[in-house]
């Protein structure tokens, strides 16, 4: 099981980044995936997640209407698409799978989670 993720960088305030993860040994069939993040001598944060069965979505309230997360049409790359990037959003972002469904519960840390890939680091300078 490989969950790779890419797409992190340096950018200002108001600018925009996406992030990429490519799931690979495993069928994505029933889970939710989605994306975590922690910043420095901070909790991890749940960011947003999406069910793979029917494409439900969840996202923090720190980000919505600034990110979006989707799904490529193989089903095997998940995008969070961020916006509007402030300095707070500033944290390594970490993708993860977790069998079942997407849900506030799992963005909370309610839930534990299945599988996770390694960080990409986003900054955002003011």
């Not at 200002?12 to 993040?37: H, M, N, P």
């Not at 979006?68 to 995008?79: E, K, M, P, W």
């Given at each position: 099981?490989?969950?790779?993720?890419?797409?992190?960088?340096?950018?200002q305030a108001?600018?925009?980044?996406?992030?990429?993860?490519?799931?690979?040994?495993?069928?994505?069939?029933?889970?939710?995936?989605?994306?975590?993040?922690?910043?420095?001598?901070?909790?991890?944060?749940?960011?947003?997640?999406?069910?793979?069965?029917?494409?439900?979505?969840?996202?923090?309230?720190?980000?919505?209407?600034?990110?979006?997360?989707?799904?490529?049409?193989t089903g095997?790359?998940?995008?969070?698409?961020?916006?509007?990037?402030?300095?707070?959003?500033?944290?390594?972002?970490?993708?993860?799978?977790?069998?079942?469904?997407?849900?506030?519960?799992?963005?909370?840390?309610?839930?534990?989670?299945?599988?996770?890939?390694?960080?990409t680091l986003?900054?955002?300078?003011?």
């Amino acid at each position: 099981v490989q969950l790779q993720a890419s797409g992190g960088g340096s950018v200002q305030a108001g600018e925009s980044l996406r992030l990429s993860c490519v799931f690979s040994g495993f069928t994505l069939d029933v889970y939710g995936i989605g994306w975590f993040r922690q910043a420095p001598g901070k909790e991890r944060e749940g960011v947003s997640c999406i069910s793979t069965t029917d494409g439900e979505t969840h996202y923090a309230d720190s980000v919505k209407g600034r990110f979006a997360i989707s799904r490529d049409n193989t089903g095997n790359t998940l995008y969070l698409q961020l916006d509007n990037l402030k300095p707070e959003d500033s944290a390594t972002y970490y993708c993860a799978a977790k069998l079942g469904f997407c849900s506030p519960g799992v963005l909370s840390g309610r839930f534990s989670i299945d599988y996770w890939g390694k960080g990409t680091l986003v900054t955002v300078s003011s």
